[in-house]
């Protein structure tokens, strides 16, 4: 086993693998820029240095710098938590070159699925469902149009190597498609990657449903179950829970063993996250896609099987075999605190004038700030994540509602208000709501 | 006269309109970015910029001016 870990990321998630690193006697290392130097993550690592400037692309996604920090601290390997560096094929195999652990697939697994395209046909080949949609990249507009006419509108336009939603867009005709398009051309090419387009068949009133899974250092590939993450704005999740009150054990079943198969497919090894969409109604599914890293809504997860699924990164990425028993107990919900306006989910970055943390039976709390901090316009709104888990979903409905209820916060505008009126909707509480919930709620 | 301020701490990412333009009424004058998300600046009332208060790159703070539609 390695001694020492680098976390190339910010916030919420540095510091809750910090914690388990610490936890497993092994040294944290943290990098920051200099908008985070006040962060809880800079203080409660072993060690932490600074990597440059706000802006991202000067700091955790500049590649020499974060190289060198593993260096002059002398780390064993590095955690690229999500986002920044999650998903980079050519960073995880610098860091393997440089002769560091690279805490994560390997760079062909992600390569393999980064590129959506890829992927979608690699598991139809697999035999995992697909919807119907585009097997090669689409770079023109008339291209799009035969597509959507060929697979049937509406359609979903998205970024063949985006991801969190950025760029994506539905299109029910070929005046919104043409639109859909340019918008997803224009993240495309701003938020870098590829420039292909693909084109799926729309579902509405589809779930998204996702499995998470682990390859073990022995090629065995597990599903640790599913998360529901259908509650969502702008594509973008905001209330997570397992198990998913929108399928049949009939379904769960196949759901996993397509996971497995998917995971199988490229080899993979650590967590992974397959993502499907369900139609409720017919208890169908498709693969939407795969991401190669740990999820934001890990802790859903966690709290059902009470697995630590940082710890188990860890011991495979040092080729350790895992003895696991991840049999779900009661029911899991996440909701992500984001500091953003309740009513349009505008963002709202600003200082934290007050920040009281919910406590109690079944209240798990990751959070990112502490009072005092400023939340800045650099980084993505999530300032905390608020889980609870119950013996029953009901039981999980209640604890949430009173730890909403009791997380004080001042400062930056903040969707706990919109967390509060959800836990009173009669469609969420009922359990039977798709990805159109929220829309629904502010038309 | 309708003063256009900024709603939220943001950087300026595209400048869409010019000073002496003529607007709509919902015509995007200014693309902010603020937290990975682009945040269009709309038009509340048709008329003409008179004055365009940022550019490009600039970061912005709540209630700054960036135009005025006369």
């Not at chain 1, 944290?28 to 600074?50: N, T």
């Not at chain 1, 390569?111 to 598991?123: E, F, V």
């Amino acid at each position: 086993m390695f001694d020492s870990v680098l976390i190339a990321n910010r916030g919420e998630i540095a510091r809750r693998i910090i914690r388990t690193v610490r936890g497993m006697g092994l040294r944290s290392v943290a990098v920051y820029s200099e908008a985070d130097a006040d962060l809880p993550f800079v203080r409660e690592a072993d060690q932490a240095l600074p990597i440059g400037p706000a802006n991202p692309a000067q700091s955790y996604l500049d590649q020499d710098k974060v190289l060198e920090a593993a260096r002059d601290s002398g780390v064993g390997a590095i955690h690229p938590g999500y986002g920044f560096f999650s998903e980079n094929a050519d960073f995880a195999q610098a860091v393997i070159d440089d002769g560091i652990v690279w805490i994560g697939p390997s760079p062909d697994a992600i390569r393999r699925m980064g590129d959506k395209i890829n992927a979608r046909n690699l598991m139809e080949a697999a035999g995992v469902p697909v919807a119907a949609g585009t097997r090669e990249p689409v770079t023109e507009p008339g291209e799009a149009v035969a597509a959507a006419e060929r697979i049937g509108y509406p359609v979903m336009v998205k970024t063949a190597g985006g991801g969190g939603g950025i760029g994506m867009g539905v299109a029910h005709d070929e005046e919104s498609l043409a639109k859909a398009f340019e918008q997803a051309s224009r993240a495309a090419a701003r938020f870098g990657g590829t420039p292909a387009i693909l084109l799926e068949r729309y579902i509405e009133r589809a779930r998204h449903v996702e499995v998470q899974i682990l390859g073990l250092a022995d090629g065995t590939v597990l599903a640790l179950g599913e998360r529901d993450c259908s509650v969502q704005r702008r594509h973008q999740k905001v209330v997570e829970e397992s198990p998913s009150p929108g399928i049949t054990p009939e379904l769960r079943a196949r759901m996993l063993a397509a996971a497995v198969r998917a995971g199988e497919a490229v080899g993979y090894r650590g967590a992974g996250t397959v993502e499907c969409l369900v139609d409720a109604d017919a208890q169908d599914f498709v693969f939407l896609e795969m991401n190669t890293r740990l999820q934001v809504e890990h802790p859903v997860t966690e709290l059902v099987t009470g697995v630590d699924l940082v710890e188990a990164q860890l011991r495979i990425a040092a080729g350790q075999d895992l003895a696991l028993d991840a049999t779900p107990t009661g029911h899991a919900i996440e909701f992500r605190v984001y500091a953003e306006d309740p009513k349009r989910f505008f963002p709202g970055p600003g200082k934290i004038a007050l920040w009281k943390e919910p406590t109690g039976e079944g209240v798990r709390v990751d959070s990112g700030y502490v009072e005092g901090n400023t939340v800045t316009p650099f980084y993505d709104p999530l300032m905390a994540k608020l889980c609870v888990h119950g013996a029953t979903r009901a039981e999980a409905l209640d604890r949430a509602r009173a730890a909403v209820a009791s997380f004080a916060l001042e400062g930056p505008k903040n969707n706990l208000p919109f967390c509060a009126e959800l836990l009173e909707h009669p469609e969420f509480v009922s359990g039977d709501y798709d990805t159109g919930l929220v829309s629904r709620m502010r038309s | 006269m309708a003063e256009v301020r900024a709603e939220m701490v943001a950087n300026v990412w595209k400048v869409v309109v010019a000073a002496g333009d003529a607007v709509e009424d919902g015509d995007t004058l200014v693309i902010l970015e603020s937290m990975k998300m682009e945040i269009p600046v709309l038009a509340e009332d048709a008329g003409v910029v008179a004055q365009l208060k940022v550019a490009e790159g600039d970061v912005i703070q709540e209630g700054d001016l960036i135009a005025v539609i006369e």
